[in-house]
C-alpha cells in the first residue's frame, strides 16, 4: 500500500474547526483539496500531517497556531491617515484591499477616529489552535487538479494558504 511522500501529490477532504467547535472551512461538497505534501503549499501542521498516511486514511489532528497560521503580531497592525480613504467611510469589523509590491492584501478594520483608521493584516486564523479531520482520498506522483485554490477565496488572496 501506497503512503504519502514528500513531494507527492495528495488529495484530502478536510473539516477546520477552532478549539471550541466552530466550522471554520470544510471541503463537503467540493473538490479535495490538493497539494504537494512536503512542499509548504500549506499550513505547516497539516503539511506534516498527511505524511506517511495511505489511501482513504482518515485522522483528527491538533495544530497550535504556530503549525498553522502564526501568533497575532502586533507589527501587522498599522495606522494610516484618514485621507488616504478618499472620504469613503469605513467602520470597524470591515475588510479592505489594499494593493502592495507583492500584490493585492486584505486587512480588517479595527478603529477609526477623524485623522486615522488601524488596519490589523494578521490572518484571521493567527494566534488559534485548530483541529482537521482530514481523509486522504487520493495520491499520485502529477497533480490531478488544475493548479489554483479549491477555496472561494479569490485567487492570491491567501484565503485557504494555497492559492
Known amino acids: 500500500m501506497s503512503h504519502v511522500k514528500k513531494g507527492q501529490f495528495v488529495q484530502v477532504h478536510y473539516t477546520g474547526r477552532l478549539e471550541d467547535g466552530t466550522i471554520f472551512d470544510s471541503s463537503e461538497g467540493r473538490q479535495p483539496l490538493e497539494f504537494q505534501a ?3 503549499q500549506v499550513i505547516p501542521g497539516l503539511d506534516n500531517a498527511v505524511l506517511g498516511m495511505a489511501l482513504n ?4 489532528v491538533l ?4 503549525d ?4 497575532l503580531r502586533e507589527d501587522l497592525k498599522r495606522q494610516f491617515p484618514a485621507s488616504m480613504l478618499g472620504g469613503e467611510e ?3 469589523g470591515q475588510n479592505l484591499w489594499f494593493n502592495t509590491p507583492r500584490g493585492p492584501i486584505q486587512g480588517k478594520v479595527l478603529a477609526v477616529d477623524a485623522d486615522t483608521f488601524t488596519v490589523d ?3 484571521p486564523l493567527a ?3 485548530l483541529e482537521f479531520d ?3 482520498v487520493g495520491i499520485s506522483d502529477h497533480p490531478t487538479q488544475r493548479m489554483g485554490c479549491a477555496c472561494s477565496a479569490p485567487s492570491g488572496s491567501g484565503g485557504c494558504s494555497t492559492c
Request: aromatic share 8%; glycine share 14%; proline share 4%.
Open 63 to 66: 495544530i497550535s497556531a504556530d
Open 57 to 60: 486514511d482518515e485522522k483528527k
Open 134 to 136: 482530514i481523509k486522504v
Open 68 to 71: 498553522a497560521y502564526g501568533q
Open 90 to 92: 469605513v467602520t470597524p
Open 38 to 40: 512536503g512542499e509548504g
Open 121 to 123: 493584516f494578521n490572518h
Open 127 to 129: 494566534g488559534k489552535n
